[in-house]
């Protein structure tokens, strides 16, 4: 018999007390057997009474005897490794019908995967965090009640201030003109006419631009009710792609605690438009580019480019 | 309503107006134009009666253009002109006494309308009493309405299917007291309209070009 410390299971005893389950449940079913036969046929009534108890007796005492022998294996056969890596999972593992049900093996592949995901994430998080990217009030990480509450003040400024803001920003270039609307409640739209070349709808929250679409001079900008058009597209490629790129600089400028410079620098990139279609292409020298003019401006130096000339 | 710029074509080498104007159409094609209906342009001619003795009597020309199907223009050469809507031919025929139409001198130029990106191209042939006399080709570029800004650019796009007829900046434009950066309305298109129109009446009428 082996050493019951070293190896958590006993293998041999295992074995041996296997055998002995066998040989009890076939005494009990000997027992439940005799029952269901009755007594035999004898002479008497008092020998066949007899007979049954004697053959009843036997069975039972059989059981015991068995259930015995069962008992004294199983104390030797010992307890499994406490330190089953497994645990519950691995349950799973013991008694498998692979084709039908491979639920282990998809169990573990599922573990590794979440495994995965979980460390890339980390990766991706500790990237992007060293940019400061956030364009709403919420706080990441620990609750509110450990970290006091510092709401952001730039996205509850009051609308006078936003007012003088624009006002100064549209007083700074003589070509470009602002003007400020509160159709919907205290949000501000501005209509910025360039020149003539283009007129820009700008829809902000307090001072963060939030949205902008850009449409040809002489296109309307006024819906059928009167109020301004804030959603239809231009009718002009021309101009569609020019709002493409305007909500990309909206993306681009970003300062989230000095929003009327990010308004300034936005509004000094939009200006350079104003000879959107007197400037030839920096990269190929050319007007047209598949029928477009140079509609991308570069966000340092306002170089003209087409969309795809750009590095 | 963008700038335009409307000019002639000589017929090519050798071919008939027909054949030039497939050749521009096969032209625009390759660039990937995409063809867009069709288009005229019309101009009645009517003399002012009733003048006093010695001068010439002015001409008043009456033009149509499909882009406004509901708008008459009328303009004098170099002169004052006026946008109305269509009646204004019935009250010509009103004014029957004051202006005289010229039957014989109505000139119009009909074709095919393409659309590249934001350009639009109009190919007409200009046909007198029936006999085609050129070809005319109108350049619309529908995003820009100051001449002075895109004139570069549409020079480019003419240059790429017109090649060596590509024109120069249109007197219309050079001429206006304003300057090249004002915006532009319809009565540009037609004078210019106008102009090409004068130019085809005065030439000699090409050799076997009965309209197909």
């Keep these: ?311 | 309503m963008g700038v335009t710029c409307v000019c002639q074509v000589p017929v090519a080498e050798g071919k008939s107006v027909q054949q030039t104007v497939d050749m521009l159409h096969k032209k625009l094609e390759q660039l990937g134009a995409i063809k867009q209906g069709n288009f005229w342009v019309d101009c009645e001619t009517y003399h002012a009666t009733g003048n006093a003795t010695g001068q010439p009597s002015k001409l008043l020309y009456v033009m149509h253009n499909s882009e406004t199907p509901l708008s008459s223009m009328a303009l004098f050469e170099g002169g004052p002109g006026l946008t109305a809507d269509a009646n204004f031919d019935v009250l010509m025929v009103k004014l029957k006494s004051h202006f005289q139409n010229a039957k014989g001198h109505k000139v119009e130029s009909r074709g095919t309308r393409y659309r590249y990106c934001d350009f639009l191209v109009k190919i007409g042939t200009v046909a007198m009493s029936s006999s085609a006399r050129g070809i005319s080709v109108e350049v619309e570029y529908c995003a820009c309405v100051i001449p002075g800004d895109c004139w570069n650019l549409m020079k480019e796009f003419m240059q790429s299917f017109l090649g060596s007829s590509t024109p120069e900046l249109p007197a219309v434009f050079t001429n206006k007291a304003e300057g090249l950066y004002t915006p532009v309305d319809c009565m540009d298109t037609m004078s210019q309209y106008l102009e090409l129109f004068g130019k085809v009446r005065k030439q000699q009428v090409l050799p076997g070009s009965g309209v197909r």
């Design chain 1, 1 to 311: 018999m082996a050493d019951v410390m070293n190896v958590g299971v006993n293998l041999e005893a295992f074995s041996q007390a296997i055998n002995a389950i066998q040989a009890l449940r076939s005494s009990v079913t000997r027992v439940f057997d005799s029952l269901k036969d009755g007594m035999k046929n004898k002479e008497t009534l008092e020998g066949r009474e007899k007979a049954f108890i004697t053959e009843f007796q036997d069975n039972l005492q059989s059981v015991n005897r068995d259930l015995n022998e069962l008992e004294r294996l199983s104390t030797l056969v010992g307890r499994p490794s406490e330190s089953h890596p497994l645990h519950n999972s691995g349950l799973l593992s013991l008694d498998p019908v692979q084709d039908k049900t491979p639920l282990y093996s998809q169990l573990l592949q599922a573990y590794k995967w979440s495994n995965k995901l979980q460390y890339h994430a980390g990766l991706a998080s500790s990237l992007l965090n060293q940019q400061s990217l956030k364009r709403s009030a919420n706080q990441m990480g620990t609750s509110a009640k450990r970290r006091p509450k510092v709401q952001p003040s730039t996205l509850a400024l009051p609308t006078q201030y936003v007012d003088d803001v624009i006002s100064r920003i549209g007083r700074m270039f003589p070509d470009m003109s602002i003007e400020l609307f509160r159709p919907n409640g205290t949000s501000a739209v501005l209509l910025v006419t360039l020149g003539k070349v283009l007129k820009a709808i700008v829809v902000m929250r307090s001072l963060f631009i939030d949205r902008t679409i850009v449409r040809g001079y002489h296109e309307n900008v006024y819906s059928e009710d009167g109020k301004l058009d804030i959603w239809s597209k231009s009718n002009y490629q021309a101009f569609q792609k020019v709002t493409d790129h305007a909500t990309t600089a909206l993306l681009h400028y970003q300062l989230p605690q000095m929003p009327d410079v990010v308004v300034r620098s936005f509004m000094t990139w939009l200006r350079s438009y104003i000879k959107l279609f007197q400037t030839p292409c920096q990269r190929c020298g050319k007007y047209l580019q598949e029928g477009l003019p140079p509609t991308w401006r570069d966000f340092r130096t306002l170089e003209a480019f087409h969309d795809t000339c750009r590095q």
